[in-house]
């Protein structure tokens, strides 16, 4: 079986909107992470995670559970 039937979803998006409308320039600014890192993640754009800007961004965020950030989907066969 080659390829996967699974994508990895970073929901960013929704975290910063229950965050009261958290900017990305302002996640960039508490954790560290380059602006355009963190639009990258925000969009989904990214093939690889940075496991240490997983954690400055659960750091920042007061995210005690990875199930907030991120989530499995199961794309159409």
Do not use: C, F, P, W
């Not at 409308?21 to 508490?30: F, V």
């Not at 005690?64 to 950030?69: K, M, T, Y």
């Amino acid at each position: 079986m080659s390829g996967t039937n699974r994508k990895l979803i970073i929901t960013l998006d929704k975290v910063l909107a229950n965050r009261n409308n958290m900017t990305q320039k302002q996640l960039a600014e508490m954790t560290g992470i380059r602006t355009a890192a963190i639009s990258e993640l925000y969009n989904n754009q990214r093939n690889s995670i940075n496991r240490d800007h997983l954690m400055k961004i659960a750091d920042a965020l007061e995210i005690d559970d990875i199930r907030e950030l991120l989530h499995i989907e199961k794309l159409d066969a």
